[in-house]
């Protein structure tokens, strides 16, 4: 049964500063995996989505790392800003169209 | 764009009322899901459609029912609803299989089961 672990489930960092979120997940099959932001009371707004076959995805200040052997997907955001502050969450596609998510982690960048 | 628009936004309901969450896109998306979010467990999938006529389980569907006799609506109902119940509840859809293209939100709807 496929499970996606998020570390740590929340994170402050001043404003300006790189970060990484980190995602795991215990069943390397597969097909693609994917990164949500979400607002508090709001939906969740998808930010990247890596094919199986992809070592990474960027988008803007965003990029994302896939390593399927390991079970490991990174986000990493560039000069973080205060609006970066969000639960960012991450979900693993199984080859049955299942979609598994992590718990999230809360990031706050601190102006 | 509408996207994926949910309603009601905020429901409370008494333990053993019934209700329906209604859940409609205008995208034309053949995937329809539904999720629940509580505090320390995620979103977790109750039940998902992959096109008209056709749904399935998902990881936690009991208590809840499904149809889908359109593209466009997939609502979900609660037949007797119980305070376990109370949650947040997102629904999503995208293009083709689930879970292979970009997945769309809708804003939710905030459930009180007293």
């Known amino acids: 049964k496929q499970e996606v672990t998020q570390i740590p489930a929340a994170l402050s960092v001043p404003e300006g500063e790189n970060l990484v979120l980190n995602c795991s997940f215990t069943d390397s099959a597969i097909y693609n995996l994917q990164w949500f932001r979400q607002d508090p009371g709001k939906g969740l707004t998808s930010l990247l989505l890596?094919?199986?076959?992809?070592r990474e995805q960027t988008s803007g200040r965003l990029n994302a790392s896939l390593d399927k052997s390991s079970g490991r997907s990174t986000l990493y955001i560039a000069a973080s800003q205060p609006g970066d502050s969000a639960t960012y969450l991450c979900a693993a596609v199984n080859r049955d169209d299942k979609i598994i998510f992590g718990k999230g982690t809360r990031l706050h960048i601190l102006p | 764009n509408a996207g994926v628009t949910q309603t009601p936004k905020f429901q409370v309901l008494k333990t053993g009322q019934s209700m329906t969450l209604q859940c409609a896109q205008d995208?034309?998306?053949?995937?329809m899901s539904w999720y629940r979010q509580d505090p320390g467990m995620g979103l977790r999938l109750i039940h998902y459609s992959v096109g008209a006529g056709i749904t399935d389980q998902g990881e936690v569907p009991n208590g809840y029912n499904v149809s889908r006799s359109t593209t466009e609506d997939f609502p979900l109902r609660l037949l007797s609803a119980a305070p376990s119940q109370t949650s947040v509840y997102f629904c999503?859809?995208?293009?083709?299989?689930?879970?292979?293209?970009?997945?769309?939100f809708g804003a939710g709807t905030r459930l009180s089961v007293l």
């Open positions: 890596i094919q199986s076959s992809q």
């Open positions: 999503a859809s995208s293009y083709g299989r689930g879970g292979h293209n970009i997945q769309y």
């Open positions: 995208m034309n998306h053949e995937y």
